[in-house]
């Protein structure tokens, strides 16, 4: 059974810069699509970012939602079984939960990685606050 936790959420000012991280146990990052994804108040859950391998395993694939696109960076370390989100120059429209998510199985579109039905596994979420 693979469980995420999520840790590094908090309250900043906009402009500032904050890590998440998600520890993953039960699995291996390395094996599966590790996504970040966020909810807001009154909205639904969107996809942030993924990482995942090639076929081969020595390329990794970053995928960003345009909202981060520049400012956030997924990345992973094998030898923690963690990936991380740096979210930089953030903004008050970052204020949300965030979630991550791995994917238990190989898609053959990148863009079926951006809905949150094609995970399997979630984490706890942690909350993130921007403050204008």
């Known amino acids: 059974q693979v469980q995420l936790v999520e840790s590094g959420g908090g309250l900043v000012q906009a402009g500032d810069s904050l890590r998440l991280s998600c520890a993953a146990s039960?699995?291996?990052?390395?094996?599966?699509?590790m996504g970040w994804f966020r909810q807001a108040p009154g909205k639904e859950r969107e996809f942030v970012a993924v990482?995942?391998?090639?076929?081969?395993?020595?390329?990794?694939?970053?995928y960003y939602a345009d909202a981060v696109k520049g400012r956030f960076t997924i990345s992973g370390d094998d030898a923690k079984n963690t990936v991380y989100l740096q979210m930089s120059s953030l903004m008050p429209e970052d204020t949300a939960v965030y979630y991550c998510?791995?994917?238990?199985?190989?898609?053959?579109?990148?863009?079926?990685?951006?809905?949150?039905?094609?995970?399997?596994?979630w984490g706890q979420g942690t909350q993130v606050t921007v403050s204008s």
């Open positions: 998510a791995t994917a238990t199985r190989t898609y053959y579109s990148d863009t079926d990685y951006y809905t949150p039905t094609n995970y399997h596994y």
């Open positions: 039960g699995g291996t990052f390395s094996s599966y699509a």
């Open positions: 990482i995942r391998r090639s076929a081969g395993r020595s390329v990794f694939y970053r």
